[in-house]
Protein backbone atom coordinates (compact mmCIF):
# COMPACT_ATOMS: atom_id res chain seq x y z
CA UNK A 1 0.00 0.00 0.00
CA UNK A 2 1.51 3.61 -1.24
CA UNK A 3 1.88 5.80 1.64
CA UNK A 4 -1.00 8.08 0.71
CA UNK A 5 -3.24 5.27 0.75
CA UNK A 6 -2.07 4.62 4.15
CA UNK A 7 -2.62 8.47 5.19
CA UNK A 8 -5.83 8.45 3.76
CA UNK A 9 -6.57 5.10 6.03
CA UNK A 10 -5.14 6.73 8.99
CA UNK A 11 -6.99 9.34 8.51
CA UNK A 12 -10.87 7.64 8.00
CA UNK A 13 -10.80 5.46 10.32
CA UNK A 14 -11.75 7.66 13.12
CA UNK A 15 -10.54 4.66 16.15
CA UNK A 16 -6.66 4.84 14.15
CA UNK A 17 -5.28 6.65 17.47
CA UNK A 18 -6.91 3.50 19.72
CA UNK A 19 -5.23 0.40 17.93
CA UNK A 20 -2.20 -0.76 19.33
CA UNK A 21 0.72 -0.44 16.80
CA UNK A 22 0.45 -4.16 15.95
CA UNK A 23 -3.18 -3.95 15.24
CA UNK A 24 -2.18 -1.25 13.07
CA UNK A 25 0.03 -3.32 11.71
CA UNK A 26 -2.36 -5.87 10.61
CA UNK A 27 -4.97 -3.47 9.22
CA UNK A 28 -2.44 -2.10 7.27
CA UNK A 29 -1.24 -5.55 6.04
CA UNK A 30 -4.48 -7.07 4.99
CA UNK A 31 -5.85 -3.86 3.59
CA UNK A 32 -5.70 -3.33 -0.29
CA UNK A 33 -6.89 -1.11 -2.80
CA UNK A 34 -10.00 -2.13 -5.07
CA UNK A 35 -11.26 -0.69 -8.56
CA UNK A 36 -14.43 -0.97 -9.72
CA UNK A 37 -15.64 0.01 -13.03
CA UNK A 38 -18.94 2.11 -13.09
CA UNK A 39 -22.31 -0.01 -12.32
CA UNK A 40 -20.36 -2.81 -10.88
CA UNK A 41 -22.39 -4.82 -8.26
CA UNK A 42 -20.16 -4.59 -4.89
CA UNK A 43 -22.16 -5.94 -2.66
CA UNK A 44 -25.56 -8.12 -2.34
CA UNK A 45 -27.52 -9.70 -0.40
CA UNK A 46 -26.43 -13.39 -0.51
CA UNK A 47 -23.06 -12.72 -1.89
CA UNK A 48 -19.75 -12.54 -0.18
CA UNK A 49 -19.36 -9.89 2.40
CA UNK A 50 -15.79 -8.56 1.52
CA UNK A 51 -15.45 -5.89 4.21
CA UNK A 52 -15.30 -2.51 4.91
CA UNK A 53 -15.14 0.03 1.98
CA UNK A 54 -12.86 3.57 2.31
CA UNK A 55 -13.63 5.27 -0.89
CA UNK A 56 -10.76 7.23 -2.20
CA UNK A 57 -12.41 8.34 -5.73
CA UNK A 58 -15.36 7.51 -7.06
CA UNK A 59 -19.27 6.61 -5.80
CA UNK A 60 -21.06 4.15 -4.51
CA UNK A 61 -25.13 3.97 -4.25
CA UNK A 62 -26.47 1.65 -1.13
CA UNK A 63 -30.11 0.38 -2.18
CA UNK A 64 -32.41 -2.10 -1.67
CA UNK A 65 -34.49 -4.27 -3.72
CA UNK A 66 -38.07 -6.08 -3.43
CA UNK A 67 -38.98 -9.23 -4.93
CA UNK A 68 -40.40 -7.78 -8.09
CA UNK A 69 -37.13 -6.02 -8.49
CA UNK A 70 -38.23 -2.56 -7.83
CA UNK A 71 -34.88 -0.51 -6.47
CA UNK A 72 -34.88 1.92 -3.72
CA UNK A 73 -31.77 3.84 -2.91
CA UNK A 74 -30.91 4.47 0.19
CA UNK A 75 -28.04 6.19 0.17
CA UNK A 76 -24.75 7.47 -1.54
CA UNK A 77 -21.39 6.98 -0.34
CA UNK A 78 -18.44 9.74 -2.03
CA UNK A 79 -14.12 10.21 -1.38
CA UNK A 80 -13.62 9.92 2.43
CA UNK A 81 -16.99 7.90 3.36
CA UNK A 82 -16.68 4.64 4.86
CA UNK A 83 -19.10 1.75 3.70
CA UNK A 84 -19.75 -0.42 6.49
CA UNK A 85 -22.92 -2.64 5.74
CA UNK A 86 -20.62 -4.80 2.91
CA UNK A 87 -19.22 -6.05 5.95
CA UNK A 88 -23.06 -6.31 7.28
CA UNK A 89 -22.37 -10.05 7.93
CA UNK A 90 -19.92 -9.43 10.74
CA UNK A 91 -21.95 -7.09 12.58
CA UNK A 92 -24.16 -8.95 14.87
CA UNK A 93 -26.71 -6.17 15.74
CA UNK A 94 -27.00 -5.29 11.66
CA UNK A 95 -29.70 -8.13 10.39
CA UNK A 96 -30.75 -7.19 6.97
CA UNK A 97 -29.01 -7.01 3.84
CA UNK A 98 -28.71 -4.60 1.16
CA UNK A 99 -27.12 -4.21 -2.62
CA UNK A 100 -24.55 -1.96 -3.30
CA UNK A 101 -23.09 -0.54 -6.62
CA UNK A 102 -20.87 1.72 -8.31
CA UNK A 103 -22.27 4.68 -9.68
CA UNK A 104 -19.29 5.94 -11.13
CA UNK A 105 -15.28 4.15 -11.64
CA UNK A 106 -14.03 3.84 -7.88
CA UNK A 107 -10.77 3.00 -6.32
CA UNK A 108 -11.52 1.91 -2.54
CA UNK A 109 -9.57 0.60 0.10
CA UNK A 110 -10.81 -2.53 1.38
CA UNK A 111 -10.40 -3.98 4.89
CA UNK A 112 -11.31 -7.25 4.88
CA UNK A 113 -14.29 -8.83 7.14
CA UNK A 114 -12.55 -11.42 8.58
CA UNK A 115 -9.58 -8.99 9.42
CA UNK A 116 -12.42 -5.97 10.93
CA UNK A 117 -13.84 -9.10 12.80
CA UNK A 118 -10.43 -9.80 14.07
CA UNK A 119 -9.91 -6.62 15.57
CA UNK A 120 -12.82 -6.09 16.83
CA UNK A 121 -12.88 -8.91 18.88
CA UNK A 122 -9.56 -7.67 20.57
CA UNK A 123 -10.52 -3.61 20.73
CA UNK A 124 -13.52 -2.58 21.52
CA UNK A 125 -12.66 0.58 19.58
CA UNK A 126 -12.74 -1.01 16.62
CA UNK A 127 -16.10 -2.63 17.46
CA UNK A 128 -17.25 0.68 18.47
CA UNK A 129 -16.03 2.40 15.09
CA UNK A 130 -18.44 0.24 13.52
CA UNK A 131 -21.43 0.06 14.99
CA UNK A 132 -21.24 4.08 15.01
CA UNK A 133 -20.92 4.31 11.17
CA UNK A 134 -23.83 2.20 11.12
CA UNK A 135 -25.30 4.51 13.68
CA UNK A 136 -24.81 7.31 10.28
CA UNK A 137 -25.87 5.26 7.98
CA UNK A 138 -28.65 4.51 9.69
CA UNK A 139 -29.45 8.26 9.92
CA UNK A 140 -29.27 8.96 6.55
CA UNK A 141 -31.81 5.81 5.99
CA UNK A 142 -33.85 7.48 7.80
CA UNK A 143 -34.17 10.97 5.86
CA UNK A 144 -34.02 8.40 2.77
CA UNK A 145 -37.07 7.09 3.96
CA UNK A 146 -39.13 9.96 5.38
CA UNK A 147 -38.33 11.78 1.61
CA UNK A 148 -39.70 8.78 0.37
CA UNK A 149 -42.68 8.17 2.64
CA UNK A 150 -43.74 11.51 3.53
CA UNK A 151 -43.23 12.91 -0.18
CA UNK A 152 -43.78 16.60 0.36
CA UNK A 153 -40.17 18.87 0.72
CA UNK A 154 -39.23 17.80 -2.26
CA UNK A 155 -42.28 18.04 -4.23
CA UNK A 156 -42.60 21.85 -2.82
CA UNK A 157 -39.27 22.25 -3.41
CA UNK A 158 -39.01 21.34 -7.08
CA UNK A 159 -42.12 23.18 -7.56
CA UNK A 160 -40.21 26.26 -6.53
CA UNK A 161 -37.46 26.17 -8.72
CA UNK A 162 -39.31 25.94 -11.85
CA UNK A 163 -41.68 28.37 -10.89
CA UNK A 164 -38.50 30.49 -10.51
CA UNK A 165 -37.02 29.13 -13.60
CA UNK A 166 -40.06 30.17 -15.57
CA UNK A 167 -40.58 33.57 -13.55
CA UNK A 168 -36.94 34.22 -14.78
CA UNK A 169 -36.70 32.76 -18.03
CA UNK A 170 -33.60 30.91 -17.35
CA UNK A 171 -32.65 27.51 -16.04
CA UNK A 172 -29.42 29.53 -13.33
CA UNK A 173 -31.32 30.88 -10.41
CA UNK A 174 -29.40 33.08 -8.31
CA UNK A 175 -30.59 32.62 -5.10
CA UNK A 176 -28.47 31.34 -1.89
CA UNK A 177 -30.71 28.53 -0.01
CA UNK A 178 -31.27 31.11 3.20
CA UNK A 179 -33.13 32.94 0.65
CA UNK A 180 -34.91 29.79 -0.88
CA UNK A 181 -35.79 29.29 3.05
CA UNK A 182 -37.09 32.07 3.79
CA UNK A 183 -39.19 31.94 0.39
CA UNK A 184 -40.29 28.84 1.29
CA UNK A 185 -40.81 29.12 4.58
CA UNK A 186 -38.73 26.52 5.67
CA UNK A 187 -34.83 25.85 7.48
CA UNK A 188 -31.94 26.76 5.63
CA UNK A 189 -30.79 23.02 6.59
CA UNK A 190 -33.58 21.47 5.22
CA UNK A 191 -33.14 23.51 2.19
CA UNK A 192 -29.74 22.52 1.60
CA UNK A 193 -30.17 18.57 2.59
CA UNK A 194 -32.34 18.33 -0.21
CA UNK A 195 -30.76 20.31 -2.92
CA UNK A 196 -27.36 18.20 -2.03
CA UNK A 197 -29.84 15.47 -2.39
CA UNK A 198 -30.95 16.92 -6.07
CA UNK A 199 -27.81 17.66 -6.78
CA UNK A 200 -25.92 14.14 -6.08
CA UNK A 201 -29.23 13.12 -8.34
CA UNK A 202 -27.56 15.68 -11.08
CA UNK A 203 -31.31 17.27 -10.94
CA UNK A 204 -29.36 20.64 -10.47
CA UNK A 205 -26.40 21.55 -9.76
CA UNK A 206 -24.72 23.98 -6.71
CA UNK A 207 -22.22 26.66 -7.00
CA UNK A 208 -22.05 29.83 -4.72
CA UNK A 209 -25.30 31.54 -4.88
CA UNK A 210 -26.45 29.98 -7.66
CA UNK A 211 -28.78 26.83 -8.65
CA UNK A 212 -28.34 25.53 -12.28
CA UNK A 213 -31.42 23.30 -13.18
CA UNK A 214 -29.99 20.16 -14.72
CA UNK A 215 -32.79 18.13 -15.45
CA UNK A 216 -35.78 19.94 -15.83
CA UNK A 217 -38.05 16.59 -16.54
CA UNK A 218 -36.85 14.89 -13.51
CA UNK A 219 -37.86 18.10 -11.52
CA UNK A 220 -41.13 18.55 -12.96
CA UNK A 221 -41.77 14.21 -12.51
CA UNK A 222 -41.38 15.43 -8.82
CA UNK A 223 -44.84 17.73 -8.68
CA UNK A 224 -47.16 15.46 -10.43
CA UNK B 1 -33.88 1.10 43.28
CA UNK B 2 -35.28 -2.34 44.59
CA UNK B 3 -32.57 -5.29 44.37
CA UNK B 4 -35.15 -6.90 41.56
CA UNK B 5 -35.04 -3.55 39.67
CA UNK B 6 -31.11 -3.56 39.95
CA UNK B 7 -30.98 -7.19 39.10
CA UNK B 8 -33.01 -6.20 35.61
CA UNK B 9 -31.05 -3.32 34.96
CA UNK B 10 -27.77 -5.31 35.08
CA UNK B 11 -29.16 -8.18 33.14
CA UNK B 12 -30.11 -6.13 30.38
CA UNK B 13 -27.11 -3.48 30.10
CA UNK B 14 -24.80 -5.90 27.88
CA UNK B 15 -21.70 -3.88 28.70
CA UNK B 16 -22.52 -4.17 32.67
CA UNK B 17 -19.64 -6.00 33.87
CA UNK B 18 -17.27 -3.60 31.55
CA UNK B 19 -17.78 -1.18 33.95
CA UNK B 20 -15.83 -0.50 36.79
CA UNK B 21 -17.75 -0.58 40.47
CA UNK B 22 -17.27 3.28 40.46
CA UNK B 23 -19.44 3.25 37.27
CA UNK B 24 -21.81 0.80 37.64
CA UNK B 25 -22.25 2.49 41.10
CA UNK B 26 -23.16 5.85 39.48
CA UNK B 27 -25.59 3.95 36.87
CA UNK B 28 -27.18 2.53 39.76
CA UNK B 29 -27.63 5.51 41.84
CA UNK B 30 -28.82 8.07 38.54
CA UNK B 31 -31.08 5.32 37.51
CA UNK B 32 -34.68 5.46 38.32
CA UNK B 33 -38.08 3.99 37.79
CA UNK B 34 -40.58 5.79 35.86
CA UNK B 35 -44.22 4.72 35.47
CA UNK B 36 -46.15 6.10 32.63
CA UNK B 37 -50.15 5.40 31.86
CA UNK B 38 -50.83 4.08 28.23
CA UNK B 39 -51.08 6.67 25.35
CA UNK B 40 -48.50 8.96 27.08
CA UNK B 41 -45.65 10.47 24.50
CA UNK B 42 -42.59 9.80 26.11
CA UNK B 43 -40.39 11.42 23.68
CA UNK B 44 -40.72 13.56 20.59
CA UNK B 45 -38.98 15.47 18.35
CA UNK B 46 -37.79 18.94 19.65
CA UNK B 47 -38.86 17.77 23.78
CA UNK B 48 -36.36 16.59 26.13
CA UNK B 49 -33.71 13.58 25.45
CA UNK B 50 -34.99 12.37 28.74
CA UNK B 51 -32.13 8.87 28.30
CA UNK B 52 -32.06 5.48 27.91
CA UNK B 53 -35.01 3.67 28.38
CA UNK B 54 -34.99 -0.14 29.83
CA UNK B 55 -38.52 -1.26 29.51
CA UNK B 56 -39.69 -3.40 32.47
CA UNK B 57 -43.32 -3.63 32.09
CA UNK B 58 -45.59 -2.45 29.02
CA UNK B 59 -44.99 -1.74 25.66
CA UNK B 60 -43.20 1.61 23.80
CA UNK B 61 -44.06 2.71 20.09
CA UNK B 62 -41.47 4.29 18.21
CA UNK B 63 -42.58 6.18 14.93
CA UNK B 64 -42.08 9.35 12.90
CA UNK B 65 -44.70 12.27 11.98
CA UNK B 66 -44.98 13.53 8.79
CA UNK B 67 -45.12 17.38 8.26
CA UNK B 68 -49.51 16.88 7.53
CA UNK B 69 -49.36 14.46 10.79
CA UNK B 70 -49.21 10.92 9.38
CA UNK B 71 -47.78 8.64 11.63
CA UNK B 72 -44.83 5.44 10.42
CA UNK B 73 -44.39 2.72 13.42
CA UNK B 74 -40.97 1.47 13.04
CA UNK B 75 -40.97 -0.40 15.65
CA UNK B 76 -42.23 -1.94 19.11
CA UNK B 77 -40.23 -2.27 22.08
CA UNK B 78 -40.94 -5.04 24.85
CA UNK B 79 -40.46 -6.31 27.98
CA UNK B 80 -36.67 -5.98 28.71
CA UNK B 81 -35.81 -4.36 25.08
CA UNK B 82 -33.37 -1.01 25.75
CA UNK B 83 -34.95 1.91 24.14
CA UNK B 84 -31.97 4.17 22.92
CA UNK B 85 -33.48 6.44 20.60
CA UNK B 86 -34.96 8.79 23.15
CA UNK B 87 -31.34 9.55 23.79
CA UNK B 88 -30.39 10.24 20.44
CA UNK B 89 -29.37 13.92 21.70
CA UNK B 90 -26.24 12.14 23.25
CA UNK B 91 -25.34 9.90 20.29
CA UNK B 92 -23.59 11.87 17.63
CA UNK B 93 -23.83 9.97 14.91
CA UNK B 94 -28.24 10.05 15.13
CA UNK B 95 -28.92 13.08 13.84
CA UNK B 96 -32.68 12.53 13.23
CA UNK B 97 -35.17 12.38 15.84
CA UNK B 98 -38.61 9.59 16.60
CA UNK B 99 -41.54 10.24 18.36
CA UNK B 100 -42.29 7.81 20.97
CA UNK B 101 -45.26 6.52 22.69
CA UNK B 102 -46.85 4.03 25.38
CA UNK B 103 -48.87 1.40 23.67
CA UNK B 104 -49.98 0.07 27.33
CA UNK B 105 -49.47 0.98 31.12
CA UNK B 106 -45.92 0.51 31.28
CA UNK B 107 -42.99 1.19 33.56
CA UNK B 108 -39.04 1.82 32.68
CA UNK B 109 -35.65 2.23 34.18
CA UNK B 110 -34.81 5.74 32.85
CA UNK B 111 -30.96 6.01 32.59
CA UNK B 112 -30.61 10.30 31.97
CA UNK B 113 -28.66 11.43 29.56
CA UNK B 114 -26.39 13.25 30.93
CA UNK B 115 -25.56 9.98 32.88
CA UNK B 116 -25.33 7.96 29.85
CA UNK B 117 -22.79 10.67 28.50
CA UNK B 118 -20.79 10.70 31.20
CA UNK B 119 -20.05 6.95 31.30
CA UNK B 120 -19.98 6.99 27.45
CA UNK B 121 -17.47 9.52 27.66
CA UNK B 122 -15.34 7.45 30.35
CA UNK B 123 -15.94 3.65 29.34
CA UNK B 124 -15.79 3.14 25.64
CA UNK B 125 -17.81 -0.24 25.89
CA UNK B 126 -21.20 1.95 27.13
CA UNK B 127 -21.07 4.05 24.16
CA UNK B 128 -20.13 1.02 22.12
CA UNK B 129 -23.41 -0.55 23.76
CA UNK B 130 -25.69 2.83 22.76
CA UNK B 131 -24.45 1.82 19.31
CA UNK B 132 -24.80 -1.48 18.96
CA UNK B 133 -28.59 -0.99 19.97
CA UNK B 134 -29.19 1.40 17.58
CA UNK B 135 -27.92 -1.53 15.35
CA UNK B 136 -30.07 -3.59 16.02
CA UNK B 137 -32.82 -0.42 15.74
CA UNK B 138 -31.16 0.37 12.42
CA UNK B 139 -32.49 -3.49 11.40
CA UNK B 140 -35.85 -3.13 12.66
CA UNK B 141 -36.37 -0.13 10.62
CA UNK B 142 -35.52 -1.52 7.38
CA UNK B 143 -37.50 -4.36 8.04
CA UNK B 144 -40.05 -1.71 8.54
CA UNK B 145 -39.48 -0.48 5.55
CA UNK B 146 -39.09 -3.33 3.33
CA UNK B 147 -42.44 -4.16 4.42
CA UNK B 148 -44.29 -0.15 3.93
CA UNK B 149 -42.29 0.08 0.59
CA UNK B 150 -42.54 -2.97 -0.90
CA UNK B 151 -45.79 -4.03 1.09
CA UNK B 152 -46.13 -7.34 -0.92
CA UNK B 153 -45.38 -10.16 1.54
CA UNK B 154 -47.79 -8.85 4.79
CA UNK B 155 -50.99 -8.29 1.64
CA UNK B 156 -50.08 -12.08 0.58
CA UNK B 157 -50.06 -13.69 4.02
CA UNK B 158 -53.26 -11.29 5.08
CA UNK B 159 -55.19 -12.87 2.08
CA UNK B 160 -53.56 -16.13 3.10
CA UNK B 161 -55.76 -16.05 6.78
CA UNK B 162 -58.92 -14.59 5.47
CA UNK B 163 -58.86 -17.24 2.75
CA UNK B 164 -58.21 -19.98 4.71
CA UNK B 165 -60.47 -18.61 7.50
CA UNK B 166 -63.60 -18.82 5.34
CA UNK B 167 -62.75 -22.34 3.58
CA UNK B 168 -62.63 -23.37 7.72
CA UNK B 169 -65.51 -21.28 8.56
CA UNK B 170 -63.40 -20.71 11.43
CA UNK B 171 -61.64 -17.80 12.75
CA UNK B 172 -59.42 -20.22 14.59
CA UNK B 173 -56.83 -22.16 11.79
CA UNK B 174 -54.95 -24.90 13.19
CA UNK B 175 -51.71 -24.30 11.20
CA UNK B 176 -47.85 -24.04 12.25
CA UNK B 177 -45.79 -21.26 10.33
CA UNK B 178 -44.20 -24.60 8.15
CA UNK B 179 -47.15 -25.35 7.27
CA UNK B 180 -48.36 -21.65 5.99
CA UNK B 181 -44.49 -21.16 4.84
CA UNK B 182 -45.36 -24.25 2.57
CA UNK B 183 -49.03 -23.14 1.22
CA UNK B 184 -47.35 -19.83 0.64
CA UNK B 185 -44.13 -20.94 -1.15
CA UNK B 186 -42.30 -18.77 1.12
CA UNK B 187 -39.50 -19.52 3.84
CA UNK B 188 -40.42 -19.98 7.29
CA UNK B 189 -38.58 -17.26 8.86
CA UNK B 190 -40.09 -15.11 6.58
CA UNK B 191 -43.89 -16.39 7.90
CA UNK B 192 -42.94 -15.77 11.15
CA UNK B 193 -41.71 -12.56 11.26
CA UNK B 194 -44.65 -11.46 9.74
CA UNK B 195 -47.02 -13.32 11.99
CA UNK B 196 -44.98 -12.02 14.88
CA UNK B 197 -45.68 -8.84 13.18
CA UNK B 198 -49.31 -9.09 13.20
CA UNK B 199 -49.75 -10.90 16.37
CA UNK B 200 -47.69 -6.84 18.03
CA UNK B 201 -50.70 -5.39 16.12
CA UNK B 202 -53.36 -7.28 17.40
CA UNK B 203 -54.18 -8.71 14.43
CA UNK B 204 -54.19 -12.17 15.29
CA UNK B 205 -53.13 -14.07 17.88
CA UNK B 206 -50.83 -16.90 18.34
CA UNK B 207 -49.96 -20.22 20.05
CA UNK B 208 -48.86 -23.47 19.34
CA UNK B 209 -49.96 -24.86 16.21
CA UNK B 210 -53.22 -21.92 16.09
CA UNK B 211 -53.52 -18.61 14.20
CA UNK B 212 -56.76 -16.76 15.90
CA UNK B 213 -57.78 -13.77 14.05
CA UNK B 214 -58.74 -11.06 16.08
CA UNK B 215 -59.34 -8.36 13.82
CA UNK B 216 -60.33 -9.46 10.37
CA UNK B 217 -61.30 -5.47 9.16
CA UNK B 218 -57.69 -4.94 9.81
CA UNK B 219 -56.45 -7.54 7.83
CA UNK B 220 -58.86 -6.96 5.12
CA UNK B 221 -57.79 -3.28 4.45
CA UNK B 222 -54.12 -5.02 4.05
CA UNK B 223 -55.35 -6.72 0.84
CA UNK B 224 -56.60 -4.15 -1.17
Chains 1, 2 share one sequence.
Not at 10 to 37: F, N, R
Not at 79 to 99: Q, R, W
Not at 194 to 208: A, Q
Request: include cysteine.
Amino acid sequence: MKSNQQAFLEEHISCWDKLSIIEQKVLLEKAQVLKYDKGTLVHSAGSDCIGILLIQKGELRVYMVSEEGREITLYRLFEGDVCILSASCVLNSITFDVHIDTESDSEVIQIPSKTFLDLSEKNVHMECFGYQVSAQRFSEVMWAMQQILFMSFDKRLAIFLIDESIKNGSDTLHLTHEQVAKYMGSAREVVSRMLKYFSEEKWVSLSRGTIQILDRKKLRSLTV
